[in-house]
Every structure is written in C-alpha cells, then in structure tokens.
C-alpha cells in the first residue's frame, strides 16, 4: 500500500506542526476499526482520524463527518478517561517504521499530573492504535486485542508489557550511506523494485518502481547516485503530495516521474483526505448492506423472469380477435357443418376480397360447442392481456424501485443502511424481527452548504428523501432530481435560488443518481409545491410538473470540496 514509510514521516511532520500544545477536546469511536480525535490548537478545530482498517489503515486531519454511535465502544471510554482534555506534548516515527506515538500529559481522578503514550501501529490487517502507562511498558487497553495464543512474539491485550514489532534488519533509509545499500544489491539477480522493498525500511513497491525508473536500469553508480538524492528528498522532507489517476489510483508524497496524470496537495494531510475519503466508508456499508444486495438482486431475478412470462402472455393475446373471428364466421355458417366434420371452409366476411377460409374443428362435438370453444378462447386471451398488462406495468415499478435501492445502498454512508433495512421489512422483502423496539429516529439527511451560504438538503435513502420533501422543504423551495433516473431528492432552501446555487444543487442531484459515471446528466427541477407522491405509491416515488431541466457532468471533487464548506463543530 502507498502510505509506506515516507508517507508517515511526511504525515508525522505535519501533525508536529500542527497538533503539538493542542488539547483533546473530544473523543469518538465511529466503528470498530476508527478513533476520531478532535484536537483544539491555535483557535482552531482539528479533527484527527486513527484508523486500522484492514484496507485503509492509516491517520491523517480529516474533513470528513462521522456518525458515532448511540453507545460509545469501551475502548473509547477508556480513552475519554486517560487521555480527555490531555495536551499533546509530542507526536514521533520510530525511524521510518509505520510506528508513530503521540504523548500526552493530563491529570488523573486526583488531580495529579500524568504521561500516557498512544501508539499507532499501521501494518495492513495487523494495524492497531495502543495505549501504553506513563513509563510505556504496559499495554492499558488497544483498538484490537491479539492474545498469546494468536502471535507468540507479542500479545496485545490490556495489562500485557508492550514490545514494538520485531525488527526487519533493512537498512535506515535516514541513516544508512549509499554503499552500504549497493552492497545489499544483486544486479545480476533481477527484480530490483523487490530487493529494493526488501533492503531498506519505509519504502513501499510503489516508490521502489520510482527509484527503479530514475535509474533507467543503469549501473551501480548511477543507483547510487539516484539514492543519494531520493534520500536527500526523505531526510529533508522535499515533498510534492499527488494523486495519481493513470491506471490503478495511487498517492505518494515523493514525486513519481513514470505517471503523468496528477492532483497535487499542498498538504499530504489534505492528499491523504482525498484519496481516502468515503472509500472505507463504502467498504464497511458493503460488508454492512451484503444480505441486502444479495435479497435486492435475487427479487429483480424474479421480476425479470416475471417479465418474460407476461410479455410472452401478450403476444398469445395478440390472436384474441382471430378467435373471436372464427367463433363468430362459425355461427354465420353452422348450416355447412355436421358432427364428426374435423374442418369446414367459409367465406370470410371479414376480408374485403372475401377469400375462403379453413376452420379446424373437433369431431366429438356439436356445430355450436365448436363455436363456443372459439369464443371461450377469445375471452380467456382477451382477459389474460388486460391482466398481463397490469402486472407487466406492476412489476416494471417494482424493478425500477429496487434499482433504485441498489443505488441507494451503492452510495449510501452507514447510517442509511439502517433505514433502507427497515424500509425494506416494511415493504414485506425481509421478514419482520420480533424485538424490542428502539425509539424511532428521525432521517437524517445530508446537509451541504452553497458557496452563498445557501442550504442544500440531499437525501441518501427513501426515507430521506420523502423528509427532505415532504416535511424540511416549504412549498416554494426547489425540489431537484435526475430525470427518469433513480438518484436522490435535493432541496434548495430558497425560493429563488443564485445560479450558482442551482448550478451545486444540480451537481449533487447528478452525483447522487445511478448516472454518477456518465458525462451528462439531464436534472429536473421545479417548487415543491409542485411535487406529489400518488397514492400507494412506492417510498421516494413522486411526479412533478413545472419543471425545468438542466444538462450537468458529475463531479466527484466538486462535491468533496463542496462538502468542505459545512461548518465544523
């Protein structure tokens, strides 16, 4: 993974500077994997994410908001004693190690002055965050307890003495000189990234590929003198913090010369924020909404075999009115017939040039059961087509609702997935737990804030949105939304919104629809007073009149920044 080594002593400067004397002012534990950290420092709010998360382990200043939840986890509570209202003397990486510990000092029940160290380990699935005593010899509790019989080197559990990972025997890319990194080298063996990643510490393959291509496989010396200056780059912290989006989306803070495409940072803090945002968000609502997608994509296999059958049931019907012909030129012609006759040829009647006509019949019955059978088929197909088409239009909604919670849970946060799960047992798709029942909470939308100040409601689920429609909204703001596309209702809170505002209002609409990849979306808007929900209707299902359309490219980083402007707490 990119946040290697470089990437956490960049990290690591810029907290110094920018943490060191703050206070802790709050203390979250949004899931099992995050600890958010709300820092005050030179009269401003910093909000620090710690995470472990197996995938996207990592900690940086954050912008982004976090649910918590109704209960805080113990290991929060645990912080909140030992390190809430602490200062944060000193913030340091064990060498080039993903190793980081940041010191406090605080006061204890009895008021006397206390040091407890916070240790952040990030190592993949290994990660941890860890609370050491004053004298950092003791574990006093951590994110993830891994016990003796997990790993015999060390057992990470509180009251366990705390021992750092075992040593990699690589050299210190701070310290180390450039013969000394030659000399670990085997140029006849091949595979230099790979001995790279493997002779010196802190350096991940995405920056070992780097040093490989300034050397454009030349000679010893040329490797030498590429490492003295990819090591005077590191120990001087000359960094250039970029998004790379060629291929597979990367980062680093060392510039990387063999990608051309991309987004420099000012701050490996404000990179870090970008990559990451919402990513770990939508892995853990994936893991969260997994029973759901699988009972949301085995009903749309139904409905599609369902609209295979009524179409199939349609086109049958189509030869309705030439039973009834047959039935009817059976009658006008039942002086021709006898019983036993297996056929008769009339005159059709119906035809303008009046050819005959052979009509089958059965053998065992009368002229006029022979009729009847003509005409009971000719109900039984004419029946059969206006219940099919019914049904076909019945279950068309259907798909086009449950696509739509697809889309809904493909972009929902987690604490929407809770509604969509609860929509979804009321709608009789899951079956109704026996629980005791929590107090229903209201819907809680998603709040942005125009460039003017305006406020824009969007909602991330059904639920949502029938709030932000039917009860945030007054009758003369602006209602937004995809057209003929699932996606989200946006709410202007303003009759007579900027252009500007209806521009990032539109944005949103755009961005929260299925159609968030596609270069043009067409988005509807009109005065709520002229949305309507039918009666019966699916949740989220309105129609609308008076409307207005407008041609917009969704923007991933248009929206990131936009949700910058939300006032923080």
Known sequence: MP???IVTRAITNELRQELIGGRINKIYQPTKTEVVLTVRNNRQNYTLLLSIHPSYARFHLTNDTYRNPDEPPMFCMLLRKHIGGAIIEDITQAGLERIVSIEFRGMNEIGDQVSKTLMIEIMG????????NEDKTAIINCLKHVPPFQNRYRSLIPGAPYIQPPPQDKLNLLTTNSEDFIKKLDFNRGKMEEQIVHTVTGV????AKELVHRTQLGSEKTYEKEFQQFQKEVKETSFDPTIYRTGKEDYHVIAISYLQDGEHFSTTNKMLDAFY???AERDRVKQQAKDLDRIIKNELAKNKRKIKIHEKTLKKAEDASKHQKLGELLTANMHLVQKGDTSVTVVDYYDPEQNELTIDLQSDKTPSENAQIYFKRYRKLESSQGSAKKELMKTKREMNYLEQIIQQIETGRDEDIEDIREELREQGYIRKQVIKRKKRRKPMPERFIATDGTEIYVGRNNKQNEYVTHKVAHRNDIWLHA????????IIKASEPSEETLFEAAQLAAYFSKAQQSASVPIDYTEVRFVRKPS???PGFVTYTNQKTLSITPDANFVHKLRENK???
């Open 567 to 569: 006032p923080k707490v």
């Open 125 to 132: 699935r290994h990660s941890n965050v860890i609370l050491l």
């Open 277 to 279: 945002s919402n990513k």
């Open 204 to 207: 991940s393959p995405f920056v």
């Open 536 to 538: 019966g209707a699916k």
């Open 483 to 490: 057209l003929d596309i699932p996606g989200s209702h946006v």
């Open 3 to 5: 946040f290697d080594g």
